[in-house]
């Protein structure tokens, strides 16, 4: 969408810091009525369906709406799934469980964006985005297939 500009893509860096300022309490508090495998397994749904709206995109709204549809995926998955590490480690290890799980998204942080560039380098942007918009949804399906398997006084 190089006719929208640096207006366009400065729209889009803003877009999901304001959706998680104005919209993560509610929809965290409204996904936390429910097992909180099926709000993650939700979650990396829209994860996938936000990145999976990436491929051939061309239009400035498109990636308005996909950026929404992610930001709600990353709600809906990361502040369960930090809350079930809390609550299936032991009291004694609480500390050291929450720490290694802020470790391995930190990792990520770092290791997504590095691999994520080197395969948009070597194979292109829309085997990117499938290829994220695929591993979402088979780690939804898991998600969501675990919610009935591991319970533990979660809710």
């Known amino acids: 969408f190089p006719d929208d500009g640096m207006h366009g893509i400065g ?24 097992n909180p495998f099926l709000a993650i397994g939700v979650g990396a749904a829209f994860l996938g369906l936000g990145t999976g709206m990436l491929i ?15 930001t709600l995926g990353e709600m ?11 609550q299936y480690s032991g009291i004694a290890s609480r500390g050291r469980v929450l720490g290694s799980f802020k470790s391995i998204y930190a990792m990520s942080m770092l290791m997504g964006p590095f691999s994520g560039a080197l395969i948009y380098h070597v194979v292109g942007a829309n085997v ?5 918009a ?22």
């Open 11 to 34: 729209l889009l860096f803003a877009l999901n810091p304001l959706l998680i300022i104005f919209f993560q309490a509610p929809v965290v508090g409204i996904a936390g009525r429910y």
């Open 56 to 70: 051939d995109l061309h239009c400035l709204y498109v990636a308005i709406v996909a950026c929404a549809i992610y």
């Open 76 to 86: 809906l998955f990361f502040a369960p799934a930090q809350l079930l590490c809390y």
């Open 128 to 132: 990117l985005w499938g290829f994220s």
């Open 134 to 155: 695929v591993l979402s949804l088979v780690f939804s399906m898991v998600f969501i297939g675990l919610q009935g398997w591991l319970k533990k006084d979660l809710v």
